[in-house]
Structure formats: C-alpha cells, structure tokens
T-cell receptor, first 113, second 114 residues
Framework: ETGVTQTPRHLVMGMTNKKSLKCEQHLGHNAMYWYKQSAKKPLELMFVYSLEERVENNSVPSRFSPECPNSSHLFLHLHTLQPEDSALYLC????????????FGPGTRLTVT | GNSVTQMEGPVTLSEEAFLTINCTYTATGYPSLFWYVQYPGEGLQLLLKATKADDKGSNKGFEATYRKETTSFHLEKGSVQVSDSAVYFCALSDHGTGRRALTFGSGTRLQVQP
C-alpha cells in the first residue's frame, strides 16, 4: 500500500452504536489530520496530530474521540452520533504540521441513521 | 485570521473551453498556496502549489500564479476535458502564524460537457 489509506470506505451506524474509523499513512510523515466534509459546507478541520501529540482540536464534540498510537496510524472513535454527523471524513498527512502540502486519503462516507 | 474565498459554482463549460476559477486570500503571515482537486467519490489530491510571490504552479495543463499584490491565486486551464469535472479547492498554509493546518476555500464544482 502506498499513500494514505482509510477504512472502512463506507459506514452506516445507528445513533447508539460505537464504531471507529482508521487511517494509515505510508509516507513517513510526522503530522496527521482529521477533516469533516459535509454537503455544501467548507472542509472543516477537526484534529491535528504532530509526532503522536494532539496539537489542535477545533471545538469538536466529545462524541468524536481521536487516537494516534504512532505516527503512521490515526483513529477516530465514534459514539452516540447524531444524524447531522453524517459526512465524508477525510484523513490527511504531511511531513510536519502546517508547513507543507497535505496528502489525503479517499475518505470514509459515514451515514448516521 | 486566515481565509480563502473562491467563486461559487457550479462552473459549467463545454469541452476545450478556457477555464478560470478565482481564488483570493487573507493571511497574516507569508502563506504557501495550493490548489486541490476532488474527483467524484474520492479524497482531495494536490494539483499544484506556489510557495512565494510570483511563483507559478503548474500540473496537468493547469496553472496558477501567486499574486501578492492582489492576494490572488486564480486557477486556469487553456482547454478543459470532460475528465476535469471535479471540485477544486484553493488553500493556504500560513508559515507566519504557527497554525498547524491548511485553510481551505469552500470549493468550486466544475462540470465539463462533451
């Protein structure tokens, strides 16, 4: 595998479920990001990790919980979501936080029923 | 704070037409500028970039010039193809503020008809 991969590609979950999104980057980068892309809205930055340390959290509800166990893996744990959380969740990585272009995964299309 | 403004879409063109998608920005430091493209059902891909004033980024026939005097980074292509149909995002990375992520515009959808 090369680049940035995300699993699953599609996820349907009920409001009481707990699920996790996974992101893996094979680029040797030190920074990883979670973005939310909703229909007809700008891309929203959710979290930034640099060398496995969370360095930015943009007022994201606590029902979204990120985890970065090492510089190659990033998770987004989901619980008690709302229908308005349905969106495309994109993971990205870059050599370091903020200064370089980011490389994106294909995204996970999440539907909350 | 930093912001990026793009022209609203959709932009609908016939094949081989000339494309311009406008992008202007506000930044407190010395930004690098990027254009990303998102094809249907996929994540964003870097299309081109420019890191300082008067730089021209180019890729796949697309070009954009970093204009500091007008704070703009307009995307152009001389002859679009149906395969260019996608959403295009302008973005900046501001080295001066320490903010650790890109600031994106809202995206412009391009539809190219045969």
């Amino acid at each position: 595998e090369t680049g940035v991969t995300q699993t699953p590609r599609h996820l349907v979950m009920g409001m009481t479920n707990k699920k996790s999104l996974k992101c893996e980057q094979h680029l040797g980068h030190n920074a990883m990001y979670w973005y939310k892309q909703s229909a007809k809205k700008p891309l929203e930055l959710m979290f930034v990790y640099s060398l496995e340390e969370r360095v930015e959290n943009n007022s994201v509800p606590s029902r979204f919980s990120p985890e970065c166990p090492n510089s190659s893996h990033l998770f987004l744990h989901l619980h008690t979501l709302q229908p308005e959380d349905s969106a495309l969740y994109l993971c990205a990585s870059s050599p370091s936080a903020g200064d370089y272009e980011q490389y994106f995964g294909p995204g996970t299309r999440l539907t909350v029923t | 704070g930093n912001s990026v403004t793009q022209m609203e879409g959709p932009v609908t063109l016939s094949e081989e037409a000339f494309l311009t998608i406008n992008c202007t920005y506000t930044a407190t430091g010395y930004p690098s500028l990027f254009w990303y493209v998102q094809y249907p059902g996929e994540g964003l891909q870097l299309l081109l970039k420019a890191t300082k004033a008067d730089d021209k980024g180019s890729n796949k026939g697309f070009e954009a010039t970093y204009r500091k005097e007008t704070t703009s980074f307009h995307l152009e292509k001389g002859s679009v193809q149906v395969s260019d149909s996608a959403v295009y995002f302008c973005a900046l990375s501001d080295h001066g503020t320490g903010r650790r992520a890109l600031t994106f515009g809202s995206g412009t959808r391009l539809q190219v008809q045969p």
